[in-house]
């Protein structure tokens, strides 16, 4: 029973060869397998986790007081926020920031530059240089709205039965309506 052990070991290591000679892979690929494969396992060393879908409202921290801040990361842009009242008042945001797909660009440049030393510094420019670029987009909308209270102190007192009142989307597109619950006052808000 011992020597079966062995065996099987040395099996298991001429797998990725086997597999190679399978699917016509160079050799020194093949002995690549074993680590591609404990590579693919570890997690935590990635690339940073891209934005998900949520919504919060908040007060500025070490901010003025009398705003609630909302912060929305969803496919369709925030159009309307509002307070909600335990009477049915209603407030509407002041201002509502939406940032379509947000992206960014990244890159090297190297013979357009006239700052990056060599011989540019004799020539124009070449708009056309020769370069490493990428640019990338996120399928998404990161939106921003601040709502003024009203009062302050009614709020403070009873902001357990303020409500606030989101909608999504353009129309004549899919437009969805959401309530979430209104932020408890910090300690120096209100």
Same mark, same amino acid.
């Given at each position: 029973?011992?020597?079966? *052990? #062995? /065996? =099987? %070991? !040395? @099996? $298991? &290591?001429?797998?990725?060869?086997?597999? +190679?000679?399978?699917?016509? *892979? #160079? /050799? =020194? %690929? !093949? @002995? $690549? &397998?074993?680590?591609?494969?404990?590579? +693919?396992?570890?997690?935590?060393?990635?690339?940073?986790?891209?934005?998900?879908?949520?919504?919060?409202?908040?007060?500025?921290?070490?901010?003025?007081?009398?705003?609630?801040?909302?912060?929305?990361?969803?496919?369709?842009?925030?159009?309307?926020?509002?307070?909600?009242?335990?009477?049915?008042?209603?407030?509407?945001?002041?201002?509502?920031?939406?940032?379509?797909?947000?992206?960014?660009?990244?890159?090297?440049?190297?013979?357009?530059?006239?700052?990056?030393?060599?011989?540019?510094?004799?020539?124009?420019?070449?708009?056309?240089?020769?370069?490493?670029?990428?640019?990338?987009?996120?399928?998404?909308?990161?939106?921003?709205?601040?709502?003024?209270?009203?009062?302050?102190?009614?709020?403070?007192?009873?902001?357990?039965?303020?409500?606030?009142?989101?909608?999504?989307?353009?129309?004549?597109?899919?437009?969805?309506?959401?309530?979430?619950?209104?932020?408890?006052?910090?300690?120096?808000?209100?």
């Amino acid at each position: 029973m011992r020597r079966l *052990l #062995p /065996a =099987r %070991l !040395a @099996s $298991l &290591l001429l797998l990725p060869a086997r597999l +190679a000679s399978l699917l016509l *892979l #160079p /050799a =020194r %690929l !093949a @002995s $690549l &397998l074993p680590l591609l494969l404990l590579a +693919a396992c570890e997690g935590g060393s990635g690339p940073s986790p891209l934005p998900v879908e949520s919504v919060s409202a908040s007060f500025p921290p070490h901010g003025l007081a009398e705003v609630i801040l909302i912060d929305a990361v969803d496919p369709l842009p925030l159009r309307i926020a509002e307070l909600i009242a335990p009477d049915g008042r209603v407030t509407m945001a002041d201002a509502i920031d939406v940032t379509p797909q947000p992206g960014f660009a990244g890159g090297q440049n190297t013979g357009g530059d006239p700052t990056g030393g060599g011989l540019t510094d004799l020539t124009l420019p070449d708009p056309i240089a020769p370069g490493i670029r990428s640019e990338g987009r996120l399928l998404i909308t990161i939106s921003k709205a601040q709502i003024p209270l009203p009062d302050p102190v009614a709020y403070r007192h009873d902001w357990q039965r303020y409500r606030i009142r989101l909608e999504f989307g353009t129309p004549p597109g899919r437009i969805e309506t959401r309530q979430i619950a209104a932020p408890e006052p910090t300690p120096t808000s209100g």
